[in-house]
């Protein structure tokens, strides 16, 4: 599937984005452009994905009260001309790209191959469709999400990247797409990896880390070899509904 591929893309642009420092750095900006426009190329999706940092950076440097220099504002034209030919070449194709991107947002012959609970957006439903994916990561890799979720919005200016590269594909995937599937989430498993590692970078303890560092290996070897009591996931803490 293009999702691994997209995914690739996703980490990169977030990369080369957090490196540019805010538009400053020229060469990180320029490669960022680049890395952005191949990920559309990819798949449409990737603007989806990358919306939660590009928010927080943008938020982060607002807040903190600094110039737009002019600089950044021409580092900032170098991205969106590198954006033009994929902005060409998705209009000389709009038939069909419009056409697919619609028919899972409005009403239409795609909202009749998903059972009918799922057809209302906004929903325990939706909401809960891709949080019971994210539970089958196993029982172990879920409790560490949940804290490193929980510290990281307790936390927000220090993490807030990996929280809003997070929250808002998912808010995005949840409520506004029918057509759900886990594949097409797999490019936030990123995110998913780097929320779970705010609970070691806030664990003070050499030893809490050591062990929690043994047990993600043995749980990820767990599910890698079905073995062991992290082999599965939780049947469900959410809502009783089957997953795929």
Partial sequence: YSETATTTFIVLSTLLLVRSKNFENRKYSILFGLSFAFGILTRWVVPLFLLGP???ILTSFFLQKKNV???ILKNIALVLMLQVPVVIFHYIDRGVFGTYVSSQALPG??????PSQ??????????????KVIEQLNIFFFTIFLAGLFLGIKKIKKYGLFVFGFLL?????????????????????????????IVIEEVRRKT?????????????????????????????????????
């Fill in 109 to 114: 012959p795609l909202w009749d191959l998903v």
């Fill in 54 to 56: 590009a928010i927080f």
């Fill in 118 to 131: 799922r057809r209302n957006l906004v929903s325990l439903q939706s909401a809960a469709y891709y949080f």
């Fill in 69 to 71: 220099s002019k600089k």
């Fill in 169 to 197: 594909p998912y808010l995005i995937f949840s409520f506004t797409i029918v057509i759900k599937d886990d594949r097409y989430i797999v490019p936030i498993y990123p995110f998913v990896a780097l929320v779970c590692a």
């Fill in 208 to 244: 809490l880390v050591i062990g929690i560092s043994i047990l993600c290996v043995l749980s990820f070897l767990g599910s890698f070899w079905q073995i062991g009591p992290l082999s599965t996931g939780l049947q469900s803490i959410l809502i009783t509904m089957p997953v795929g």
